[in-house]
């Protein structure tokens, strides 16, 4: 299974009416952002455990509705929303003013040119999707975003964890040295295993462009 191959992303033609099911499995409105504070609070805590410095800026690569943007918003002083589907951004822009995100601004992916901008970058839920050449220029483009001596936080679905969990044709997991093989794109790199929701046991992949 690790061989799976995606060959296109769904979320690039992406239109129509954006139910949050289309980017996470939860039944409810309530479970569905109770899953984002979750994520949140995780990354904040493996941010913390690498980094004291403030936070100025976070990029979401992915940043699909929000769901854990939302709650990212609120550590820093500017957060940046980034989705390859500019119907996705269109989406996400009609719950800035419903979840108070006064500091939030959206762009389409391909349009971003920002650098060495980020102190934090998160990209949850999206390489995965991606072709095996799309999930280069990803992460290029995440160690293009960050600051110098900046971190990202990359999650990664586990293969040996839950193998049932890989869609043939829209998803694929990792191996270890698939998820190595990333992070070797970086001046540094960690790697731990967390629990994505209940069920999920994923890779968080911890990368830094150091000073």
Not at 188 to 199: C, D
Request: proline share 4%; hydrophobic share 35%; glycine share 10%.
């Amino acid at each position: 299974m690790d061989n799976v191959s995606v060959t296109v992303n769904p979320y690039i033609g992406l239109n129509g009416h954006m139910e949050n099911r289309r980017f996470f499995p939860a039944d409810t409105e309530e479970e569905y952002n109770a899953s984002g504070r979750f994520n949140a609070e995780q990354i904040m805590e493996g941010y913390r455990k690498r980094s004291n410095r403030p936070i100025d800026t976070i990029v979401d690569v992915g940043c699909g509705n929000l769901r854990i943007g939302r709650f990212m918003a609120g550590n820093c002083k500017s957060y940046v929303g980034l989705d390859i589907s500019p119907a996705v951004v269109e989406s996400a822009g009609k719950v800035i003013g419903a979840y108070g995100l006064t500091n939030a601004s959206l762009a389409a992916m391909g349009e971003f040119k920002g650098e060495n901008m980020a102190d934090l970058v998160i990209c949850f839920q999206v390489v995965q999707h991606n072709p095996a050449g799309a999930q280069i220029e990803i992460m290029e483009k995440i160690r293009q975003l960050l600051k110098l001596g900046a971190w990202a936080c990359i999650h990664l679905p586990k293969l040996e964890n839950k193998p049932d969990y890989v869609n043939y044709d829209t998803c694929m997991c990792f191996t270890r040295p698939q998820v190595e093989e990333f992070g070797g794109h970086f001046d540094r790199f960690e790697f731990e295993e967390q629990t994505l929701l209940p069920g999920w046991d994923d890779y968080y992949l911890w990368v830094q462009k150091e000073a």
